[in-house]
């Protein structure tokens, strides 16, 4: 079996979950920047932070042969201080052009104030004037639903924001057709106690159709696993879906989506 | 645009796989649904059921007998905060799990 993790905070895993991953068949991993668990408080903070995700961390996962991408943002939890998000949105432009860097994110809202929804607005705007892939952050637990409604409701009116080229992340049973109606990619995220578990994930493939979506472990430094999106293709397996449907959501999906960025490579060639 | 197919047709394929339907969850499903009434007796023990989140909980039990379907959206959609304008500030704190109507905010 092989798949693709497209949303994985490994600069807070181990090495040991990067043997596993690898074992378990993952031929590439993308890291979207994300809240280190307490605010970051000044702009060098976010500048070393963007240096782990573009130099440090690929060179890590290069040492057990993953390839490592990454998406660069200011995280939703964080733009609560408008001037400081500013600041740091200037920064980003810099690391751009990094070889492993996939587009904008994760972006979006946390408890959908008016401060995240600016800088929310300014994030979409970098990534249309730069030509950058989107992956979009939808809120937790009772937040989701009015969030994904405000993210949605804001990319669909900007007219630059090509839908094919967003992926709007932790959709859940009462966010994914939404999602999927107007034309984004939707993402799965399995997590043991919240989002959604391998069951549910498979349930929604059923219902919904599996054109456009991706699953995602989102591991983190919070309770998460690593081994989550391999262990909802044995839940596939087990309802009856074949190797070749398993192969085409866990590979082939994120692969297509991801090859919208020339930087998306796999060993020495272009994939896709 | 949509690539939904209709959720009435979708069909599995073998008898053996529609049996690891029941056969593969049935006991950590029944787990679940044991640990949910041990946390509501727990919570009257307590003496905290009034809690807006143990009382939310309970309505949101209610969807599960009520013979509709699509139960899991239906029960995500009850506990979501069902306003649509942006809060003009941040109250601080982590999402709870279920909407606490302002007028109810101390």
Known sequence: MR?????????????????????????????????????????????????????????????????????????????????????????????????????????????????????????????????????VHTPHLEDKLKGTNLILDLLSSHRGVKPERVIIDHVEEHTIRRVLDRGFWAGITLYPDSKSSPPRAVDMLETCGRERIWLNSACDWGVSDPLAVPKTAFEMRRRGHSAEVVDAVLYSNPLRFLSQCPKFRLGDSPVG | MTSTPNPQTYTLGSSLARKAVVDGAFIATRAKLIEVAAFLDRVERFGVDDDFRCAALREAAALLIDGKPERARRILEQLSDPT??????SSGQAALGAWLPPAKEK
């Open chain 2, 84 to 89: 649509t304008h942006p809060a003009a500030k």
């Open chain 1, 3 to 135: 798949y693709i993790e497209p949303h994985g905070h490994m600069v807070s895993r181990t090495t040991d979950d990067y043997q596993a991953m690898v074992a378990a068949g993952c031929v590439a991993v993308c890291e979207p920047a994300f809240w280190a668990g307490f605010d970051r408080g000044s702009v060098s903070g976010f500048r070393d932070y963007y240096r782990q995700l573009t130099e440090y961390e690929p060179a890590r996962a290069a040492k057990f042969l993953l390839p490592h991408f990454s998406w660069l943002c200011l995280n939703p939890k964080e733009s609560e201080d408008l001037a400081l998000a500013r600041d740091v949105l200037a920064i980003i432009p810099e690391f751009l052009d990094r070889p492993n860097v996939l587009g904008i994110g994760e972006i979006g809202l946390n408890r959908n104030t008016r401060n995240e929804m600016t800088v929310l607005e300014q994030h979409v705007e970098l990534a249309v004037k730069h030509d950058q892939l989107i992956l």
